[in-house]
């Protein structure tokens, strides 16, 4: 199962930048159930959360690293299989390599990485 992610790029501090990871077709009926996660990556660090939504239909449940809170937000469009991560107001210490993760019945499947760069 391979996560399509996209929408990095570089931005000036206080700017915004949205993300999607788009999971397969082939997951489409069992989507709605996916826990998916935003996690960062800044170089010679450890991969850390930044966001996740829970599957479950209309009871979804997200949280947050304390550092984007009320700043990002996550939200899903379950007919089009994809997770949208809004940043705004972004800060320099969010730069990295941003990388989506779904968790489906006990297994783990991440994208590839989008690069996020925000500049001071």
């Known amino acids: 199962v391979q996560l399509q992610a996209s929408g990095g790029g570089r931005v000036q501090a206080g700017g915004s930048l949205r993300l999607s990871c788009k999971l397969p077709?082939?997951?489409?009926?069992?989507?709605?159930?996916?826990?998916v996660g935003w996690y960062r990556q800044a170089s010679g660090e450890q991969r850390d959360l930044v966001a996740r939504?829970?599957?479950?239909?209309?009871?979804?449940?997200?949280n947050y690293a304390d550092s984007v809170k009320g700043r990002f937000i996550i939200s899903r469009e379950n007919t089009r299989r994809t997770v949208h991560l809004q940043m705004n107001n972004l800060k320099s210490e969010d730069t990295g390599v941003y990388y989506c993760?779904?968790?489906?019945?006990?297994?783990?499947?991440w994208g590839q990485g989008t690069q996020v760069t925000v500049s001071s």
């Open positions: 993760r779904a968790d489906l019945y006990g297994s783990v499947y």
């Open positions: 939504i829970s599957g479950g239909g209309s009871n979804t449940a997200t």
């Open positions: 077709r082939t997951i489409l009926s069992v989507f709605s159930s996916a826990t």
